[in-house]
């Protein structure tokens, strides 16, 4: 089956942010190796770096894997899909009910408004007759 142009569309997005999360990873790995020891620099902020840098690089390749699980259609990357939109939906109203600061605001309804369109469109008829469903 031909692959519908949106499951493109979100495989690359997914792909690119995916890529983003692996060098934001790498440079917080490296910034633990390079400053590492080193009396001037504070060893808390490098633990902490290396902590989310350690994050980022697993989230980024599991992002990667899905993007291409998506691309070649894979079974499994539908419902890989649903299940961590669904989580990022739980996740933003989450952050919005625990947090007053507006600016957070548009960032959180932004993801929380893509997780519920890509949700909705992964639930369509051609998506899931693309993935075997």
């Known amino acids: 089956m031909r692959r519908p142009r949106g499951i493109t569309v979100v495989a690359v997005l997914l792909g690119a942010l995916g890529a983003f999360s692996v060098l934001f990873g790498t440079l917080g790995v490296v910034a633990f190796a390079v400053g590492n020891g080193r009396p001037e620099v504070d060893q808390a902020i490098l633990?902490?770096?290396?902590?989310?840098?350690?994050a980022y690089?697993?989230?980024?390749?599991?992002?990667?894997?899905?993007?291409?699980?998506?691309?070649?259609?894979?079974?499994?990357?539908w419902w890989l899909t649903i299940v961590l939109q669904g989580y990022s939906v739980f996740q933003a109203l989450a952050a919005m009910a625990f947090t007053e600061v507006t600016s957070v605001d548009v960032a959180v309804f932004t993801s929380l408004a893509f997780s519920l369109v890509i949700i909705g469109y992964f639930l369509t008829r051609g998506v899931r007759a693309a993935f075997g469903r």
């Open 57 to 77: 690089l697993a989230l980024g390749v599991a992002q990667l894997v899905v993007a291409w699980a998506m691309w070649t259609l894979k079974r499994w990357a």
């Open 47 to 54: 633990r902490t770096a290396v902590v989310f840098g350690v």
